[in-house]
């Protein structure tokens, strides 16, 4: 199945409007990094590798993209939700008066197109939200978007699933909700070995793997 096929599979629609309906129910943006160490390392580390511009993928209302900004780095946040999309432009007027380097766009990260090449591609603790096959999928498009030697950094959680009952379970193994406020969302936990087989069928060499806060892994790797 191909990838413009895969995105537009009924369970695959179901999981993006559960985003766009999740995010409809937030009235304000919280611009506040969560305070996790591997989030106040993400700048160190983008720094190491001589990383200049990054997307953030799955960005919602931009907490990540505004805090890498900060730090100097350009940004465009990319969300499949526009009421993410337009809380994010709301803070960048409010807060910041729009006088800051990062950007923002309403698009699928799975089918995505963009104008311009970055240093890096981030994904923090969204991957889950994938099934396997459009997992490999993300990050073979991702690849497309990066400058040579570009970057993909990920923050991949370790999560659990609740009760059975509030989800069915895909072919796959990946969990989708159907109880009343997860209804459509994709669920899967990538094992450690499962990420290192993805990484090395797409020709991803690991350059940074570390276990960080309630022992998700922080992993860069090299395109």
Known sequence: MNLDSLAYEENYQKNLDFWETAWQRVSKAV????????????????????????????????????????????????????????????VKKDIYDNNINAEFQAQDILTMRLEQKYDVA????????????????????????????????????????????????LEDGTKQYNDEYRDGMFLRCFSDEELREIFKELDLEIVEWDYVDNNSRSVLVRV
């Open 122 to 169: 981030i994904i923090n603790a969204s991957f889950e939200h994938f099934d396997l096959e459009r997992a490999k999928l993300l990050l073979d498009n991702v690849k497309n978007s990066l400058n040579k030697p570009g970057y993909i950094y990920g923050v991949y959680d370790q999560v659990g699933f609740g009760n059975k009952g509030e989800f069915i379970e």
């Open 31 to 90: 611009n506040t990094p969560p305070d996790f160490e591997y989030v106040r390392n993400i700048p160190v580390l983008l720094e190491k590798y001589q990383i200049k511009s990054a997307i953030d993928l799955a960005c919602g209302s931009g907490w990540l993209s505004f805090m890498l900004a900060e730090a100097g780095f350009g940004i465009l946040g990319i969300d499949v939700s526009e009421s993410a999309i337009k809380l994010a432009e709301r």
